[in-house]
């Protein structure tokens, strides 16, 4: 909801480039680090997702670009993965002196190793979760099977993956030799989530199992199923933040809430690029979202802006109704009020043929339950166009526009 553009050094003197995603409406109860998978990049979709629920909940999230991919500085095949820890504990470091240091790392994937290692090494650490992540580095000597003996006998290899082309050099599969996992797991002794799909086709579940296994509790598993190995569908992202969010709290020392200075704005929409027309929202207190219907070119995630005004006015109707009614000591059981809109002609339009003769429409209908009296009813039927909203739609109203 607040997204800033963060540019930090490696300890190669590279810049490394981040994205800082803050809550809206507070200051963060604790700083969040992504780990991404390896040849991925701080824009996955996935990542995005996570993100956006772990803000919603009030954590600050920081996501960025490993040395060499996306928009940090480097060769790829110059890195190697204990370079990529070491990019976690810079990118710590950069938090720590600039915000407050990272209580809660996550890593997706390859990611979620780097995760591991680098938490055993950072005190501030108080949470770890991992995401479809192997249970060794070397796991990704899997996905360069085919160029492996290459790999050995030339130095390198140009390797495909996931439709791009990556130099891999001999020193990146020396280096993960070297890592043993399961010993810096059974060290860590912090909480630890696991999360990761039956379906993996990537990363098989036995993996989790072996993580889960070395680790000592507090440890948790979640499967993720049916979900592929990088999250593609939304809602199973969207899951994944969720979950960790509520996790994460029972272990994190979250302190009394510190809002940020008061507004005179009551609606907060915010729409990234790739979005399309899925809208985060933050409506008084309350996190929701907009969209447009699929056959309009949306997802259909939420509300479109039009059925958001109807609910208004459905709502403000509602409530209009039972406050007047309990006034009058008059008992409505219940009351629906359904409302539609679109652009029809004026009842009392002169040239009904005419494009131009239609209008805003909002169409209500209201279902009283209740023991009323013919008289009651109509009465109640006239209060229906005094609530407030249904005011505001027939007043003149003005928008006053700024930049900020």
């Given at each position: 909801?607040?997204?800033?553009?963060?540019?930090?050094?490696?300890?190669?003197?590279?810049?490394?480039?981040?994205?800082?995603?803050?809550?809206?409406?507070?200051?963060?109860?604790?700083?969040?680090?992504?780990?991404?998978?390896?040849?991925?990049?701080?824009?996955?979709?996935?990542?995005?997702?996570?993100?956006?629920?772990?803000?919603s909940n009030g954590f600050g999230v920081f996501r960025f670009d490993f040395t060499g991919l996306g928009e940090s500085e480097g060769d790829f095949a110059d890195t190697n993965f204990s370079g990529n820890v070491?990019?976690?504990?810079?990118?710590?470091?950069?938090?720590?002196?600039?915000?407050?240091?990272?209580?809660?790392?996550?890593?997706?994937?390859?990611?979620?190793?780097?995760?591991l290692y680098m938490a055993a090494q950072l005190s501030s650490i108080k949470a770890v979760a991992t995401i479809g992540a192997p249970s060794?580095?070397?796991?990704?000597?899997?996905?360069?099977?085919?160029?492996?003996?290459?790999?050995?006998?030339?130095?390198?290899?140009?390797?495909?993956?996931?439709?791009?082309?990556?130099?891999?050099?001999?020193?990146?599969?020396?280096?993960?030799?070297?890592?043993?996992?399961?010993?810096?797991?059974?060290?860590?002794r912090k909480p630890l989530l696991i999360l990761h799909s039956p379906q993996d086709d990537t990363?098989?579940?036995?993996?989790?199992?072996?993580?889960?296994?070395?680790?000592?509790?507090?440890?948790?598993?979640?499967?993720?199923?049916?979900a592929d190995h990088l999250l593609m569908n939304k809602k199973d992202s969207m899951y994944v933040g969720?979950?960790?969010?509520?996790?994460?709290?029972?272990?994190?020392?979250?302190?009394?809430?510190?809002?940020?200075?008061?507004?005179?704005?009551?609606?907060?929409?915010?729409?990234?690029?790739?979005?399309?027309?899925?809208?985060?929202?933050?409506?008084?207190n309350h996190y929701m979202l907009a969209d447009e219907p699929t056959t309009f070119g949306g997802n259909d995630f939420g509300p479109s802006p039009y059925e958001f005004v109807s609910a208004g006015l459905s709502a403000c109707t509602a409530m209009t109704l039972q406050m007047y009614a309990k006034r009058k000591?008059?008992?409505?059981?219940?009351?629906?009020?359904?409302?539609?809109?679109?652009k029809t002609h004026a009842i009392d339009c002169k040239d009904c043929e005419s494009p131009t003769g239609k209008i805003d429409t909002f169409h209500r209908k209201i279902k009283l339950v209740g023991d009323f009296n013919d008289k009651q009813r109509q009465r109640l039927l006239q209060i229906a166009d005094k609530c407030p909203v249904h005011k505001t739609l027939h007043n003149e109203i003005q928008v006053i526009t700024s930049l900020v």
């Open positions: 909801m607040n997204l800033q553009k963060i540019i930090f050094k490696n300890n190669e003197g590279q810049s490394l480039v981040g994205r800082l995603e803050l809550p809206a409406d507070q200051y963060p109860h604790d700083f969040a680090l992504f780990a991404h998978c390896f040849t991925c990049n701080k824009n996955l979709s996935a990542i995005k997702n996570i993100s956006k629920a772990l803000t070491e990019d976690l504990i810079a990118a710590a470091s950069y938090l720590g002196e600039n915000y407050e240091a990272p209580t809660l790392i996550i890593g997706h994937s390859l990611g979620g190793v780097a995760a060794s580095p070397q796991h990704v000597q899997h996905l360069l099977k085919n160029s492996i003996d290459e790999i050995h006998n030339s130095g390198k290899a140009v390797v495909n993956l996931g439709g791009r082309d990556f130099t891999i050099k001999k020193q990146f599969l020396d280096d993960l030799e070297h890592k043993t996992l399961a010993q810096t797991v059974k060290n860590l990363v098989d579940i036995k993996n989790a199992q072996e993580i889960y296994l070395a680790a000592h509790h507090p440890k948790s598993f979640i499967s993720l199923d049916g969720e979950v960790i969010s509520g996790w994460a709290r029972r272990y994190l020392d979250l302190g009394q809430k510190e809002e940020l200075p008061k507004t005179n704005y009551q609606v907060l929409a915010s729409l990234d690029f790739e979005d399309g027309f899925t809208t985060q929202m933050k409506v008084g000591e008059w008992r409505i059981e219940n009351v629906e009020v359904h409302t539609s809109y679109s």
